[in-house]
């Protein structure tokens, strides 16, 4: 499969996953049963899908994940957060939409 969706990540793969890849990372800190988190999915597929390539895209389940969850300190889902070569470099608590996604996307890009 080409299509570059978002990919479940969990504790014991974040740090080879996230941390240790180069380049910009996001990560959406969510669970099923969060109503916004839902409401989400659809745009960060789609935002995914348009900048494939250039960024990847990762879920992670608070509930199945508290080690990472803690570790950045995320106390309400979802919460996204941008990592730049490992390190966390914009983070933002509450739903994100496509084009919110998209124009933070641009910004990191332009910038460097």
Not at 5 to 33: T, Y
Not at 75 to 101: C, H, W, Y
Request: overall charge negative; charged content about 20%.
């Amino acid at each position: 499969m080409s299509e570059n969706l978002p990919m479940p990540v969990n504790d014991s793969q974040f740090e080879g996953a996230v941390l240790q890849a180069k380049g910009l990372s996001i990560v959406d800190f969510w669970a099923p049963w969060c109503g916004p988190c839902i409401q989400m999915a659809p745009g960060l597929e789609a935002f995914a899908k348009a900048n494939s390539g250039k960024v990847k895209v990762f879920k992670l389940d608070v509930d199945d994940n508290p080690k990472t969850s803690e570790k950045y300190e995320v106390k309400s889902i979802p919460t996204v957060i941008f990592f730049r070569d490992g390190e966390p470099v914009f983070r933002n608590p509450g739903a994100m939409t496509q084009a919110r996604l998209q124009s933070q996307l641009d910004q990191f890009l332009g910038d460097g």
